[in-house]
């Protein structure tokens, strides 16, 4: 009965360097989003999953931003050669289709 | 194309008096519509929902929203602000009936002032 985790929940590393970023949906939401949040500023949608579909990619900021979905199961976004304007909250969140959107606490990312 | 646009990022009010934040949307169908409250250093968080039910809808907390299709507004209100809803409060739009994106607003900030 566990909510969304995220995982790390803090990281912190140098510019050019990969990251990954990990979501563990409730069980049974179908759709998965990724969102980021930066300093005082609302929600920036990244992407979506929904079951097998294609995913939404369409607010993925740069190519260097992907990420995966195995199934119904966890997520990974993966930004490559960080910048320091990747610094942000991901957030990651599931739903079942149009329903409420359960969150995760997100993992802050700073990059230096 | 939906878009959600909330008014005032910055709201204060004195602990007791009413709380509104207001939040309008444009949507090309049936909208679902969702107040989620931030607190400091926190995920968010569901207030409430309108998914084409009672059109007055209550959440958490005490707080309430209504949908005017009319207005094509649906506006978060709190009859007596507490100091525990200092927080940042996002309003968000989805189609209904369909697994798709969600919209969210940039954001409003409530400051209680004691």
């Known amino acids: 009965g566990a909510g969304v985790s995220q995982s790390p929940s803090n990281k912190v590393t140098e510019k050019g360097k990969d990251v990954e970023l990990r979501c563990d949906p409730i069980?049974?939401?179908?759709?998965l989003y990724w969102y980021r949040q930066r300093l005082g500023q609302g929600l920036e949608f990244l992407i979506y999953?929904?079951?097998?579909?294609?995913?939404?990619k369409s607010g993925l900021p740069s190519d260097r931003f992907s990420a995966e979905r195995t199934g119904e199961s966890v997520s990974t976004l993966t930004i490559q050669r960080t910048q320091q304007e990747d610094s942000a909250v991901y957030l990651c969140?599931?739903?079942?289709?149009?329903?409420?959107?359960?969150f995760g606490p997100g993992t802050r990312l700073t990059v230096t | 194309a939906q878009s959600v646009t909330q008014l005032g990022s910055h709201v204060s009010v004195s602990e007791g008096a009413l709380v509104l934040l207001r939040c309008n949307y444009s949507?090309?169908?049936?909208?679902?519509l969702f107040w989620y409250v931030q607190y400091p250093n926190q995920g968010l968080q569901l207030l409430l929902k309108?998914?084409?039910?009672?059109?007055l809808v209550k959440g958490i907390n005490g707080f309430e929203a209504e949908f005017k299709k009319s207005e094509t507004s649906f506006h978060l209100t709190k009859p007596s602000a507490h100091m525990s809803d200092a927080a940042e409060y996002f309003c968000?739009?989805?189609?209904?009936?369909?697994?798709?994106?969600?919209?969210f607003g940039t954001g409003t900030s409530l400051t209680v002032i004691p």
């Open positions: 969140a599931s739903s079942r289709l149009a329903y409420e959107q359960y």
């Open positions: 069980s049974g939401h179908t759709a």
């Open positions: 999953f929904q079951g097998n579909s294609a995913p939404d």
């Open positions: 949507s090309s169908v049936p909208p679902y």
């Open positions: 309108y998914t084409s039910a009672a059109t």
């Open positions: 968000a739009v989805s189609k209904a009936n369909t697994g798709n994106q969600f919209y």
